[in-house]
């Protein structure tokens, strides 16, 4: 009795992951954030080194969901381990989000594969080598649990923000209800199975119910929507007909007259060309093509390395206001960087100057606390040397 129960749970539980939606870009990236915080909290545990955990925590909570750059500036600088590996943690974004991914592939890539893959991720094979069962185990159990309460909780809050139907916002809000629910629902019967067999024979019928019963909620407010749409549709369709048609009548009302006698003209060859092909094609000049110009390739970067340089794998191919520091451009195979023009970036920047500003810039006049601006004189320039970005020439800079 118990197996059927299982299977039959175990049956709900994947159709009800086959029908939530997509996971966007913006809900990827924080998934992936939270379990790289996560993972650098454990590694730092198992550290030799005293008192690197309790400075980790106190600057960067993972409950509150830090971004890349909170978990970078957290991790103490004598622990290249875990600095590597939160690097590595990044190139997830890049390489592993499709627009294809739903909650339960997610949940799959960030607690199984990416650490099995060895030769794609060697950091985070090793990591997860390291570990001892019993707390790796615990490590993969709780980041199921907590991603999958990330990921319906995000999906929720982003629907405005795609470019999904107005139906399949209901629809997307219900089957996370059901997803709730049936999470909650099997929790009960599984519970009340080690007591009584019968009993939980009793709930899962009730169970079923209640899920018919959902399914027959959704299906009628899918329909409802559906026929609000068409109706609305309809009706903009008809007002859109009756205009074109009041412009039109308006237009042969007030021209056309004059539009009869233009045709009259022409036909009496009154009217003639001002200008012939042949005139008109030699009075524009075609402006020569440079060869000597090149297209320019424009990416950014959060904070330098404190030696003054770039990881390659922090590279972002489009400005991101949490994150972009520097904007780079190539150009005739050359790098020239500046601080990007963003209030919020200034403001990290000016906060922080030792991270941000001294590694690859050098100041016109000394830091005041006042400063309000930074005016780039001189922008800098840097060489791609492997996998990463080495400044040769640091941007000149001015504090306001």
């Not at 794609?120 to 094979?125: A, E, M, R, S, V």
């Not at 119910?209 to 899918?222: A, D, T």
């Amino acid at each position: 009795m118990k197996l059927k129960i299982s299977l039959v749970f175990l049956f709900l539980s994947r159709f009800a992951f086959s029908q939530t939606g997509t996971i966007n870009e913006a809900t990827f990236s924080k998934a992936v954030d939270y379990v790289n915080c996560k993972a650098v909290e454990l590694s730092l545990i198992k550290s030799p080194t005293i008192g690197v955990t309790a400075e980790f925590k106190s600057k960067c909570n993972c409950q509150e969901y830090p971004n890349a750059i909170a978990i970078k500036e957290a991790i103490p600088s004598s622990q290249t381990g875990t600095i590597e590996l939160e690097t590595e943690f990044q190139t997830l974004k890049k390489n592993e989000y499709k627009s294809n991914l739903d909650t339960e592939n997610v949940i799959n890539l960030l607690t199984k594969e990416i650490f099995s893959n060895q030769k794609k991720y060697p950091k985070l094979f090793a990591f997860a080598e390291r570990k001892t069962d019993k707390d790796f185990q615990t490590f993969i159990t709780q980041l199921k649990r907590d991603l999958n309460n990330l990921l319906n909780s995000y999906a929720n809050n982003s629907i405005d923000t795609t470019k999904a139907k107005p139906k399949e916002n209901t629809s997307d809000t219900l089957k996370t209800q059901y997803l709730y629910l049936s999470e909650k629902i099997k929790d009960i019967i599984e519970d009340k199975i080690n007591k009584k067999i019968w009993y939980g024979g009793l709930i899962l019928f009730i169970s079923v119910v209640i899920i018919f019963l959902i399914f027959g909620f959704i299906n009628h407010k899918l329909n409802d929507k559906r026929h609000k749409t068409s109706v609305s549709k309809n009706w903009v369709i008809s007002e859109i007909t009756e205009t074109k048609n009041t412009i039109v009548s308006s237009l042969k009302e007030k021209f056309g007259n004059d539009i009869e006698k233009v045709k009259s003209d022409i036909k009496q060859g009154k009217l003639k060309k001002e200008n012939s092909f042949e005139e008109t094609k030699t009075k524009i000049e075609e402006k020569p093509f440079d060869d000597n110009k090149t297209l320019s390739e424009i990416f950014y970067f959060p904070a330098p390395n404190k030696d003054g340089s770039f990881n390659d794998s922090d590279k972002l191919p489009t400005f991101k206001e949490s994150e972009s520091i520097y904007k780079f451009s190539i150009k005739d195979n050359k790098a020239i960087f500046s601080f990007v023009e963003n209030s919020i970036s200034l403001k990290r920047a000016l906060n922080l100057p030792d991270t941000y500003i001294k590694p690859v810039c050098e100041s016109e006049n000394s830091f005041f606390p006042n400063a309000k601006n930074i005016k780039v004189t001189k922008e800098g320039t840097a060489i791609e040397e492997g996998h990463i970005w080495k400044v040769t020439n640091k941007a000149k800079i001015r504090y306001e």
